[in-house]
Protein backbone atom coordinates (compact mmCIF):
# COMPACT_ATOMS: atom_id res chain seq x y z
CA UNK A 1 0.00 0.00 0.00
CA UNK A 2 1.29 3.49 -0.90
CA UNK A 3 -0.04 6.59 0.09
CA UNK A 4 3.33 8.78 -0.52
CA UNK A 5 1.42 10.58 -3.94
CA UNK A 6 -1.65 11.33 -2.28
CA UNK A 7 -2.78 14.77 -0.63
CA UNK A 8 -2.22 14.47 3.51
CA UNK A 9 -5.63 14.46 4.14
CA UNK A 10 -6.68 16.41 7.51
CA UNK A 11 -8.79 13.90 10.12
CA UNK A 12 -10.70 15.46 13.23
CA UNK A 13 -11.66 12.49 15.44
CA UNK A 14 -14.34 13.32 17.89
CA UNK A 15 -14.17 10.21 20.28
CA UNK A 16 -12.99 8.66 23.77
CA UNK A 17 -9.38 7.90 24.52
CA UNK A 18 -8.08 4.17 25.18
CA UNK A 19 -5.87 3.45 27.68
CA UNK A 20 -5.02 0.48 26.07
CA UNK A 21 -4.26 1.82 23.64
CA UNK A 22 -6.37 -0.43 20.66
CA UNK A 23 -9.13 1.35 19.68
CA UNK A 24 -10.95 5.02 20.11
CA UNK A 25 -8.84 7.69 19.96
CA UNK A 26 -5.08 6.01 19.83
CA UNK A 27 -6.58 3.39 17.13
CA UNK A 28 -7.95 6.26 15.46
CA UNK A 29 -4.85 8.71 15.33
CA UNK A 30 -2.31 5.33 14.63
CA UNK A 31 -4.69 4.76 11.61
CA UNK A 32 -4.83 8.19 10.17
CA UNK A 33 -1.13 8.00 10.27
CA UNK A 34 -0.42 5.00 8.48
CA UNK A 35 -2.64 5.73 5.82
CA UNK A 36 -0.34 9.19 5.22
CA UNK A 37 -3.10 11.48 6.96
CA UNK A 38 -3.17 13.68 9.56
CA UNK A 39 -5.19 13.19 12.74
CA UNK A 40 -6.15 15.96 15.20
CA UNK A 41 -8.80 14.88 18.09
CA UNK A 42 -11.37 16.47 20.38
CA UNK A 43 -11.46 13.72 23.10
CA UNK A 44 -14.80 13.32 24.22
CA UNK A 45 -14.32 10.58 27.59
CA UNK A 46 -11.11 9.15 29.09
CA UNK A 47 -11.66 5.38 29.66
CA UNK A 48 -9.89 2.98 31.90
CA UNK A 49 -9.75 -0.21 29.34
CA UNK A 50 -7.04 -3.10 28.81
CA UNK A 51 -7.63 -5.63 26.59
CA UNK A 52 -10.06 -7.42 29.62
CA UNK A 53 -12.68 -4.70 29.31
CA UNK A 54 -13.61 -1.31 30.58
CA UNK A 55 -13.54 -0.68 34.53
CA UNK A 56 -14.53 3.05 34.12
CA UNK A 57 -15.41 6.18 32.24
CA UNK A 58 -14.94 10.28 32.49
CA UNK A 59 -16.87 12.10 30.56
CA UNK A 60 -14.93 15.21 29.31
CA UNK A 61 -17.15 18.70 29.63
CA UNK A 62 -18.74 19.39 26.86
CA UNK A 63 -17.44 22.96 26.56
CA UNK A 64 -14.04 21.38 27.00
CA UNK A 65 -15.22 18.98 24.10
CA UNK A 66 -16.20 21.95 21.82
CA UNK A 67 -13.34 23.86 22.08
CA UNK A 68 -11.07 21.17 21.25
CA UNK A 69 -13.10 21.03 17.72
CA UNK A 70 -13.17 24.89 17.31
CA UNK A 71 -9.52 25.64 18.12
CA UNK A 72 -8.34 22.89 15.21
CA UNK A 73 -10.54 23.97 12.61
CA UNK A 74 -9.75 27.53 12.96
CA UNK A 75 -6.25 26.94 12.59
CA UNK A 76 -5.40 23.58 11.27
CA UNK A 77 -8.71 23.00 9.78
CA UNK A 78 -10.10 19.17 8.26
CA UNK A 79 -11.12 17.43 5.34
CA UNK A 80 -13.29 14.63 7.22
CA UNK A 81 -14.13 14.31 10.30
CA UNK A 82 -14.25 10.97 12.38
CA UNK A 83 -17.01 10.52 15.41
CA UNK A 84 -17.02 7.70 17.92
CA UNK A 85 -18.03 7.34 21.50
CA UNK A 86 -20.64 10.19 22.49
CA UNK A 87 -21.75 8.35 25.66
CA UNK A 88 -24.96 10.47 26.18
CA UNK A 89 -27.50 12.92 24.74
CA UNK A 90 -25.79 16.30 25.49
CA UNK A 91 -22.70 15.12 23.74
CA UNK A 92 -24.55 13.73 20.42
CA UNK A 93 -26.17 17.39 21.07
CA UNK A 94 -23.13 19.20 20.91
CA UNK A 95 -21.43 16.82 18.58
CA UNK A 96 -24.47 17.37 16.27
CA UNK A 97 -24.06 21.19 16.77
CA UNK A 98 -20.45 21.22 15.62
CA UNK A 99 -20.90 19.27 12.71
CA UNK A 100 -23.24 21.97 11.45
CA UNK A 101 -20.51 24.52 11.84
CA UNK A 102 -17.99 22.43 9.87
CA UNK A 103 -20.13 21.74 6.82
CA UNK A 104 -19.20 21.38 4.07
CA UNK A 105 -16.36 19.08 5.57
CA UNK A 106 -17.63 15.20 5.43
CA UNK A 107 -18.35 12.88 8.63
CA UNK A 108 -17.80 9.44 8.90
CA UNK A 109 -20.18 8.40 11.91
CA UNK A 110 -19.42 5.32 13.78
CA UNK A 111 -22.51 5.06 16.12
CA UNK A 112 -20.39 3.48 19.10
CA UNK A 113 -22.98 1.72 21.43
CA UNK A 114 -20.78 -1.14 23.32
CA UNK A 115 -17.03 -2.29 23.90
CA UNK A 116 -15.64 -5.07 22.46
CA UNK A 117 -16.01 -6.52 26.42
CA UNK A 118 -19.83 -5.90 26.71
CA UNK A 119 -18.99 -2.26 28.26
CA UNK A 120 -21.93 0.32 27.53
CA UNK A 121 -20.44 3.07 25.82
CA UNK A 122 -23.80 4.92 24.77
CA UNK A 123 -26.78 5.68 27.00
CA UNK A 124 -29.67 3.63 26.05
CA UNK A 125 -32.14 6.88 26.04
CA UNK A 126 -29.26 8.66 23.72
CA UNK A 127 -29.92 6.06 20.69
CA UNK A 128 -32.87 8.01 19.38
CA UNK A 129 -30.35 11.11 19.41
CA UNK A 130 -28.16 9.19 17.73
CA UNK A 131 -30.90 8.66 15.33
CA UNK A 132 -32.03 11.23 14.76
CA UNK A 133 -29.09 13.94 15.02
CA UNK A 134 -26.29 11.88 13.53
CA UNK A 135 -27.49 9.95 11.30
CA UNK A 136 -28.71 12.12 8.71
CA UNK A 137 -25.54 14.26 9.02
CA UNK A 138 -23.10 11.19 7.90
CA UNK A 139 -21.58 11.18 4.67
CA UNK A 140 -20.52 7.59 5.74
CA UNK A 141 -21.86 5.72 8.84
CA UNK A 142 -20.47 2.80 9.94
CA UNK A 143 -22.43 0.33 11.88
CA UNK A 144 -22.31 -3.01 12.82
CA UNK A 145 -25.26 -5.83 13.52
CA UNK A 146 -26.56 -4.79 16.75
CA UNK A 147 -26.04 -1.02 16.73
CA UNK A 148 -27.61 -0.73 13.08
CA UNK A 149 -30.63 -3.00 14.55
CA UNK A 150 -30.88 -0.75 17.67
CA UNK A 151 -30.85 2.75 15.53
CA UNK A 152 -34.00 0.84 13.17
CA UNK A 153 -35.28 -1.89 15.12
CA UNK A 154 -34.99 -4.29 12.54
CA UNK A 155 -33.67 -7.74 13.65
CA UNK A 156 -30.27 -7.90 11.85
CA UNK A 157 -29.07 -11.53 11.84
CA UNK A 158 -28.13 -12.66 7.95
CA UNK A 159 -26.70 -10.76 5.29
CA UNK A 160 -30.33 -10.09 3.88
CA UNK A 161 -31.13 -8.23 7.11
CA UNK A 162 -28.20 -6.38 6.68
CA UNK A 163 -29.09 -5.02 3.50
CA UNK A 164 -32.90 -4.17 4.79
CA UNK A 165 -31.02 -2.37 7.92
CA UNK A 166 -29.15 -0.27 5.82
CA UNK A 167 -31.13 0.70 3.48
CA UNK A 168 -33.72 1.82 6.53
CA UNK A 169 -30.59 4.10 7.91
CA UNK A 170 -30.42 5.66 3.94
CA UNK A 171 -33.86 6.62 4.57
CA UNK A 172 -33.37 7.85 7.80
CA UNK A 173 -30.78 10.74 6.17
CA UNK A 174 -27.38 8.90 6.35
CA UNK A 175 -25.90 9.62 2.71
CA UNK A 176 -23.98 6.38 2.59
CA UNK A 177 -23.92 3.27 4.93
CA UNK A 178 -21.29 0.41 5.52
CA UNK A 179 -22.76 -2.41 7.31
CA UNK A 180 -20.52 -4.33 9.07
CA UNK A 181 -21.21 -8.32 9.44
CA UNK A 182 -18.97 -9.55 12.02
CA UNK A 183 -21.29 -9.77 14.25
CA UNK A 184 -23.43 -12.30 11.80
CA UNK A 185 -22.72 -15.31 11.76
CA UNK A 186 -21.73 -17.72 9.10
CA UNK A 187 -17.75 -18.81 7.74
CA UNK A 188 -17.77 -15.40 5.38
CA UNK A 189 -17.75 -12.10 6.80
CA UNK A 190 -19.62 -9.56 4.61
CA UNK A 191 -19.89 -6.11 4.77
CA UNK A 192 -22.50 -3.74 2.33
CA UNK A 193 -21.45 -0.79 1.22
CA UNK A 194 -25.27 0.97 0.42
CA UNK A 195 -26.15 4.13 -1.43
CA UNK A 196 -28.99 5.11 -3.13
CA UNK A 197 -27.00 4.39 -6.34
CA UNK A 198 -26.54 0.60 -5.60
CA UNK A 199 -24.25 -0.83 -3.05
CA UNK A 200 -20.71 -2.90 -2.71
CA UNK A 201 -19.98 -5.97 -1.07
CA UNK A 202 -16.48 -6.66 0.93
CA UNK A 203 -16.23 -10.55 1.38
CA UNK A 204 -13.59 -12.52 3.16
CA UNK A 205 -13.33 -15.63 5.23
CA UNK A 206 -13.49 -15.51 8.35
CA UNK A 207 -10.85 -15.18 10.85
CA UNK A 208 -10.91 -16.86 13.54
CA UNK A 209 -8.94 -14.64 16.50
CA UNK A 210 -9.19 -13.13 19.52
CA UNK A 211 -7.32 -9.81 18.27
CA UNK A 212 -10.24 -7.72 17.01
CA UNK A 213 -10.30 -5.00 19.75
CA UNK A 214 -10.89 -1.58 17.89
CA UNK A 215 -11.87 -3.21 14.43
CA UNK A 216 -14.58 -0.48 14.21
CA UNK A 217 -12.91 2.28 14.87
CA UNK A 218 -10.38 1.10 13.14
CA UNK A 219 -12.52 1.05 9.93
CA UNK A 220 -14.19 4.00 10.38
CA UNK A 221 -11.23 5.90 11.00
CA UNK A 222 -9.34 4.49 7.56
CA UNK A 223 -13.07 5.30 5.66
CA UNK A 224 -12.33 9.05 6.56
CA UNK A 225 -8.70 9.09 5.67
CA UNK A 226 -9.64 8.40 2.06
CA UNK A 227 -12.09 10.68 2.04
CA UNK A 228 -9.90 13.13 3.52
CA UNK A 229 -7.33 12.78 0.46
CA UNK A 230 -9.97 12.94 -2.04
CA UNK A 231 -10.70 9.63 -2.36
CA UNK A 232 -14.24 8.99 -4.32
CA UNK A 233 -16.61 6.75 -1.44
CA UNK A 234 -16.15 3.33 -2.72
CA UNK A 235 -12.46 3.66 -3.43
CA UNK A 236 -11.77 5.20 0.36
CA UNK A 237 -14.16 2.13 2.04
CA UNK A 238 -11.96 -0.07 -0.23
CA UNK A 239 -9.01 0.82 0.91
CA UNK A 240 -9.98 1.03 4.60
CA UNK A 241 -11.27 -2.28 4.06
CA UNK A 242 -8.33 -4.02 2.97
CA UNK A 243 -6.00 -2.29 5.60
CA UNK A 244 -8.46 -3.60 8.08
CA UNK A 245 -8.19 -7.42 7.25
CA UNK A 246 -4.28 -6.95 7.21
CA UNK A 247 -4.14 -4.87 10.33
CA UNK A 248 -6.07 -8.49 11.80
CA UNK A 249 -4.33 -11.12 10.11
CA UNK A 250 -0.89 -9.31 11.77
CA UNK A 251 -1.93 -8.41 14.79
CA UNK A 252 0.65 -8.63 17.63
CA UNK A 253 -0.93 -11.11 20.10
CA UNK A 254 -1.03 -8.57 23.06
CA UNK A 255 -2.91 -8.69 25.73
CA UNK A 256 -5.10 -11.59 27.47
CA UNK A 257 -8.51 -10.66 26.44
CA UNK A 258 -9.67 -8.46 22.90
CA UNK A 259 -6.10 -8.06 21.84
CA UNK A 260 -5.33 -4.68 19.29
CA UNK A 261 -4.57 -4.94 15.69
CA UNK A 262 -1.58 -3.88 13.98
CA UNK A 263 -2.35 -0.58 13.04
CA UNK A 264 1.15 0.23 11.76
CA UNK A 265 1.72 -2.76 8.94
CA UNK A 266 2.11 -0.32 6.60
CA UNK A 267 4.71 1.61 7.52
CA UNK A 268 6.81 -1.28 8.25
CA UNK A 269 7.07 -3.11 4.70
Given amino acids: MTTSARPLGRVLIIAGSDSGG ?45 AQARAVLGDIGADAIKTGMLGDVAMVEAVAALLDEATPIPAVIDPVMVAKGGAPLLADVAISAVCSLMVPRAALLTPNAPEAAALTGLTVETL ?10 LRLGARAVL ?23 FE ?17 SACATGLAQGLDLSTAVAQAWAYVQEALASAPGLGQGHGPLDHGWPLSR
Avoid: F, W
Fill in 160 to 169: DDQRRAGEAL
Fill in 22 to 66: GAGIQADLKTVMALGGYGTTAITAVTVQNTLGVTGVHPIPLHIVQ
Fill in 204 to 220: TDRLETRHTHGTGCTLA
Fill in 179 to 201: MKGGHVSGERVVDLLLTPTGDTV
